[in-house]
């Protein structure tokens, strides 16, 4: 049995990918084109103007989900599943679109907590809203500010599963910041993991991972990791 695919939520995250179509469209029109995929090549180019700052071209996009595909988001819940995962952590929640995909597998594997992180006030409360619809408002605690620093502190336990999905940039700052509380095994999931750095540190055995880019949504950098320490 999974809730994923089951009543109420099925129906709450198929409304959800509707409204996000919607609000994504425009922007993702001006970035690539109309009908154009998103490349590498504009992905590179998103990562440099983000360098400049990224608090406020986050700022930009307040509107904007930004999620996961369902692919993706069923990728999510399958892993934390596998995993058995009583602790995740998410960098980058938005209006909760993987939020819900992760804390399903937390209640289907018999409970446990998320911690989510978001910039923008705004979205974290939508996210909130969107995780009550759903009736997992119980295991999360969405975090508002930046996180390189709400996630300093207050992760009482071992993580099972990262999902890493805030600005580009940040990627290695927040695995950092993360690294003493994984798990042996843990999963590190990177959506738009492109920064060099990010994947030169976890795909170097040396550091304690093993990582291997994925083939969803091609381009669009998405990058599996398992901690080996
Ligand atoms: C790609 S979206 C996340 C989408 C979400 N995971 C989903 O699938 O619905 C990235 C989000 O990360 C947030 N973000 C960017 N930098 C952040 C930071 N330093 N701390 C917390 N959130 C951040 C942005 O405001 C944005 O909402």
Redesign the pocket.
Known sequence: MDSLTTAPIVELLEQLFRK?EAADRPLHEAFVGEGEKISAEHMRTFLDEEAKD??A???T??G?????SPE??KFLYMCARTRKATRIV??????????I?LACALRDSGGGQLIG????AT?AAA?RDNLAAAGLADLVDI?V??????LKEGISGDVDLV?L???FN?YLP?LKLLEPHLKAGALVIG??AIEPAYLDYVRDPRNGYLSVAMPFDAGRGNEFTVVTR
Request: hydrophobic fraction near 35%; proline fraction near 0%; glycine fraction near 10%.
């Open positions: 996000a990224y608090q071209t986050y700022r996009l307040a904007n989900y930004l999620n996961v993706f988001g998410e960098f980058g929640t938005s209006f909760g679109v993987s939020a995909h992180t978001e910039l923008e979205k996210a975090r500010g930046d996180a390189l620093e709400t999902h999905d805030g600005a940040l927040v959506e738009n």
